[in-house]
């Protein structure tokens, strides 16, 4: 399979396992479960690690290796073999300066690559920041965005864009309406 694009969720589930063996990371990669998601709708990949068996479950999003291809996807992968590495050495892993660390010794993004839009989008205030997240359900901050919440680089008030009506709310009550109004559309 080495070299091939997986065109099934087997082969890509042999092909990660395979790839994972010479990425340059002190973890024992042969130990590692790996697995499938069809449900996952924001990530492409999650590390769980069962502290009981001290085992380490990989678990792949099917749609995301669909949409970004075997090369882009590799990053994934790497990322959560950091993810792995963390679980066996420490017990936990989060996206801290450890984690950071040892993603840029691999060539690892600290975050995944998204690969869907979300339906909600954060807009910074500030005309000259561009930070805009997606999201894609009603968190707090999409829902009570007048609560303290700001801008993730430059500490601005943002707004709550709902993408496909277009509709923009910036208080809790503001968003309300908009629920009322989008109905089944939301």
């Given at each position: 399979?080495?070299?091939q694009?997986?065109?099934?969720?087997?082969?890509?589930?042999?092909?990660?396992?395979?790839y994972?063996?010479?990425?340059?990371?002190?973890?024992?990669?042969?130990?590692?479960?790996?697995?499938?998601?069809?449900?996952?709708?924001?990530?492409?990949?999650?590390?769980?690690?069962?502290?009981?068996?001290?085992?380490?479950?990989?678990?792949?999003?099917?749609?995301?290796?669909?949409e970004?291809?075997?090369?882009?996807?590799?990053?994934?992968?790497?990322?959560?073999?950091?993810?792995?590495?963390?679980?066996?050495?420490?017990?936990?892993?989060?996206?801290?300066?450890r984690?950071?660390?040892?993603?840029?010794?691999i060539?690892?993004?600290?975050?995944?690559?998204?690969?869907?839009?979300?339906?909600?989008?954060?807009?910074?205030?500030?005309?000259?920041?561009?930070?805009?997240?997606?999201?894609?359900r009603?968190?707090?901050?999409?829902?009570?965005?007048?609560?303290?919440?700001?801008?993730?680089?430059?500490?601005?008030?943002?707004?709550?864009?709902?993408?496909?009506?277009?509709?923009?709310?910036?208080t809790?009550?503001e968003?309300?309406?908009?629920?009322?109004?989008?109905?089944?559309?939301?």
């Amino acid at each position: 399979m080495t070299g091939q694009t997986p065109i099934t969720r087997s082969e890509l589930l042999d092909r990660a396992a395979a790839y994972a063996e010479i990425v340059d990371i002190d973890v024992e990669t042969a130990a590692i479960e790996w697995d499938i998601s069809e449900r996952a709708k924001r990530r492409a990949g999650c590390c769980r690690y069962d502290r009981q068996n001290e085992r380490v479950t990989i678990v792949l999003t099917w749609a995301a290796y669909r949409e970004m291809g075997w090369e882009r996807f590799t990053k994934t992968i790497r990322h959560e073999l950091v993810h792995a590495w963390e679980f066996t050495h420490f017990g936990e892993s989060g996206h801290g300066s450890r984690f950071r660390e040892k993603a840029a010794e691999i060539d690892a993004p600290r975050h995944c690559e998204p690969f869907t839009e979300g339906r909600l989008r954060l807009v910074c205030t500030n005309d000259a920041c561009e930070w805009a997240p997606d999201r894609h359900r009603a968190s707090k901050p999409v829902k009570y965005p007048d609560e303290g919440y700001r801008c993730g680089e430059c500490g601005s008030e943002y707004v709550v864009e709902h993408r496909d009506s277009g509709l923009i709310w910036r208080t809790n009550r503001e968003y309300q309406r908009a629920r009322e109004r989008l109905g089944d559309e939301w």
